[in-house]
């Protein structure tokens, strides 16, 4: 939204929300209440919570508006309601819950007529309209978490070819690329939209190192699994000689030329390791962005912790970032599936905890040169 224009601000919020809404559409509400895993929110929790913080932020914040349930916010608060709690919590269900949504949206609409988003704006939360960009990428980013559960939900069909994964193949032995020792800048410019934890733009000093021009495909990672024992990505199941995924409706059989996702940290780790190899830093990753094919299927987890940038500030809020930092984080790049393109950056940080398999994530591998 370089150009910010209200009616842009309208229209992408309005075609999240259908996103959103197209993938709960097969669905029922009592498979939207229901908790199908104590690491993911039942989806009544993320809708409730996406509509929530868009009226926290564009109606209460901005808008100086009171909320239309007074007290309901806590109970959507993400920090203070951990995601094995959620389904338990006195949320809105049903109904009451899809016209909160639209009410919110309404009141959002409302007050966006009134404010002034130009770029000579003094409120940082309105200058070049950051905010409506910050809720248009929490919704999108809500929108693959609710993805993750979606895989559990048994028979689930989406009603859009976009949230089926596209068949991205790589070859089992990939091609390295070669990126020469230097400063390398890394992290988002001061212009555009960014989160807090991608800046400030920073140079930091690399080593010469190698990179796989591809992500590690299935079949390598059978070979890992053949050599070593090694445990199957999640939701893989054997069958036959072969394996399928049983992440979507129809047991699918394993492709082993597209790239492999549902790893967790240490499975990378470990592949990287048998191919006598090791992750690429997320600072390497970052620097050799330009020049990696296949992108785009799953995350890649780096080797790098989730950690501020000298010189970092939390902006629009703490607990977005920074209370995130140092506590066993590790940092994912590029994007996956299921993410929108307009989250996937090439500055953008993604994190989770490295025992976690459930995100859309696998690697590509690195060695010093
Ligand atoms: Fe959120």
């Not at 129809?250 to 090791?278: E, L, N, T, Y």
């Not at 020049?291 to 995350?299: A, I, K, P, S």
Request: a negative charge.
């Amino acid at each position: 939204m370089s150009s910010v224009s209200k009616a842009a601000i309208a229209e992408a919020l309005s075609e999240a929300r259908e996103r959103t809404l197209a993938l709960i559409e097969p669905l029922d509400d009592e498979q939207l209440n229901r908790v199908y895993s104590p690491i993911l929110s039942p989806l009544a929790w993320d809708l409730g919570h996406i509509a929530n913080f868009e009226e926290l932020w564009l109606v209460q914040t901005i808008g100086g508006r009171e909320p239309l349930h007074g007290e309901l916010g806590r109970f959507y608060d993400a920090i203070e309601n951990p995601r094995k709690v959620r389904g338990e919590l006195p949320i809105l269900r049903d109904a009451e819950l899809r016209s909160y949504m639209a009410d919110v949206r309404e009141r959002t609409l409302d007050v966006l007529e009134g404010v002034e988003i130009g770029s000579d704006v003094g409120d940082p939360l309105l200058r070049d309209g950051f905010v409506y960009e910050l809720l248009l990428a929490h919704e999108l980013q809500h929108n693959e978490t609710m993805l993750q559960l979606l895989q559990l939900v048994e028979g689930y069909e989406p009603v859009w070819a976009e949230f089926s994964p596209p068949a991205q193949p790589v070859p089992g032995e990939p091609e390295t690329v070669r990126v020469e020792a230097g400063e390398y800048s890394i992290g988002a410019p001061e212009q555009g939209f960014a989160y807090d934890n991608e800046r400030p733009r920073h140079s930091v000093e690399l080593a010469a190192f190698e990179i796989d021009r591809t992500p590690v495909s299935n079949g390598a990672y059978i070979s890992l699994m053949e050599a070593t024992g090694a445990e199957p990505p999640m939701f893989w199941e054997r069958d036959g000689d072969g394996w399928v995924d049983t992440s979507r409706a129809g047991r699918v059989p394993i492709d082993p030329a597209q790239p492999v996702i549902h790893v967790s940290w240490h499975q990378a780790d470990a592949f990287a390791r048998w191919a006598g190899k090791r992750l690429p830093s997320e600072h390497e990753w970052e620097a050799a962005r330009d020049r990696l094919d296949g992108l785009g299927h799953g995350w890649e987890w780096t080797s790098s912790d989730f950690l501020a940038y000298p010189g970092f500030e939390a902006f629009p809020y703490r607990e977005y970032s920074e209370v995130f930092f140092g506590d066993g984080y590790k940092v994912l790049r590029g994007g996956a599936w299921a993410t929108h393109p307009r989250v996937a950056r090439p500055t953008f940080r993604n994190w989770d905890l490295p025992q976690r398999s459930q995100i859309f994530a696998g690697l590509r591998c690195a060695r010093d040169a």
